[in-house]
């Protein structure tokens, strides 16, 4: 069975300019040569993927108000013409999707609970649960950096990212729970995940941490069309200490 979401569109195609700041980039449309300001979800660097001249695809906002009245969806990786989604949102919406529709089979066996939920110190994007009472924080993360066929994630330091897979390590070693991190491949050109150590040190101790503590590390990567974004295959996750 094939889990997919259909982009928020319809989309316009332009070209990347600048990136004002973190949450804003400048795209010439194609269609107009007008140059237009769109709202960028991710918070991350991207610096692989807005590059001056790539290929992006944006919306018009739903709500006029907003000082954007676009906001970014789709960039193109200029050096492999790989379609990348660059919209936070979307993970979660297509991991909540397969939970609800049994689609992700390294959680057979477990049921959605709840969304965003508190436990410990920290909120965590979904709460499962087995008929036999067990249950398990699972927390989602987005990732757009792809090197040589290996997704790399954070791209930017992250000290929420840390915290979460601390947390998760504690609530894995609690009697009647277990703690997984699903680390979603925002496109489809990778064949495992590593830590971004080069980028952030500290998440990639965790990671390593995590593991030992039994924490699940599963990972997925999308197909991505102008149209939807739909889970792919499961692809390994490795936690070693690497040097990049």
Same mark, same amino acid.
């Given at each position: 069975?094939?889990?997919?979401l259909?982009?928020?569109?319809?989309?316009?195609?332009?070209?990347?300019?600048?990136?004002?700041?973190?949450?804003?980039i400048?795209?010439?449309?194609?269609?107009?040569?007008?140059?237009?300001?769109?709202?960028?979800?991710d918070p991350?660097?991207?610096v692989?993927?807005? /590059?001056?001249?790539?290929?992006?695809?944006?919306?018009?906002?739903?709500?006029?108000?907003?000082?954007?009245?676009?906001?970014?969806?789709?960039?193109?990786?200029?050096?492999?013409?790989?379609?990348?989604?660059?919209?936070?949102?979307?993970p979660?919406?297509?991991?909540?999707?397969?939970?609800?529709?049994?689609?992700?089979?390294?959680?057979?066996?477990?049921?959605?609970?709840?969304?965003?939920?508190?436990?410990?110190?920290?909120?965590?994007?979904?709460?499962l649960?087995t008929?036999s009472g067990e249950q398990m924080?699972?927390?989602?993360k987005? /990732?757009?950096?792809?090197?040589?066929?290996?997704?790399?994630?954070?791209?930017?330091?992250?000290?929420?990212?840390?915290?979460?897979?601390?947390?998760?390590?504690?609530?894995?070693q609690?009697?009647?729970?277990?703690?997984?991190?699903?680390?979603?491949?925002?496109?489809?050109?990778?064949?495992?995940?590593?830590?971004?150590r080069?980028?952030?040190?500290?998440?990639?101790?965790?990671?390593?941490?995590?593991a030992?503590?039994g /924490?699940?590390?599963?990972?997925r990567?999308?197909?991505?069309?102008?149209?939807?974004?739909?889970?792919?295959?499961?692809?390994? /996750?490795?936690?070693?200490?690497?040097?990049?």
């Amino acid at each position: 069975m094939t889990v997919s979401l259909a982009l928020p569109g319809p989309l316009q195609p332009g070209r990347f300019l600048q990136r004002p700041n973190q949450f804003t980039i400048r795209v010439r449309l194609d269609l107009t040569g007008e140059v237009v300001l769109a709202h960028l979800p991710d918070p991350g660097r991207l610096v692989d993927l807005l /590059v001056e001249d790539a290929r992006v695809w944006i919306r018009a906002a739903d709500n006029l108000q907003r000082k954007t009245h676009w906001s970014a969806v789709v960039a193109q990786d200029t050096e492999t013409g790989v379609l990348v989604s660059v919209d936070t949102r979307l993970p979660n919406e297509l991991v909540h999707a397969a939970l609800e529709e049994d689609g992700l089979e390294e959680l057979d066996g477990w049921s959605l609970v709840q969304r965003e939920a508190t436990i410990g110190r920290s909120r965590f994007d979904f709460l499962l649960q087995t008929v036999s009472g067990e249950q398990m924080a699972l927390e989602v993360k987005g /990732v757009t950096m792809v090197k040589q066929g290996i997704a790399m994630f954070p791209d930017a330091p992250s000290d929420r990212a840390v915290k979460h897979l601390q947390e998760l390590s504690a609530i894995a070693q609690q009697p009647g729970w277990g703690a997984t991190a699903l680390f979603l491949v925002q496109r489809i050109d990778a064949e495992k995940v590593m830590a971004a150590r080069h980028i952030d040190h500290a998440f990639a101790v965790a990671l390593a941490d995590a593991a030992r503590a039994g /924490v699940r590390l599963i990972a997925r990567r999308c197909q991505l069309t102008l149209e939807e974004m739909a889970l792919g295959n499961s692809i390994p /996750v490795d936690p070693a200490l690497h040097r990049h």
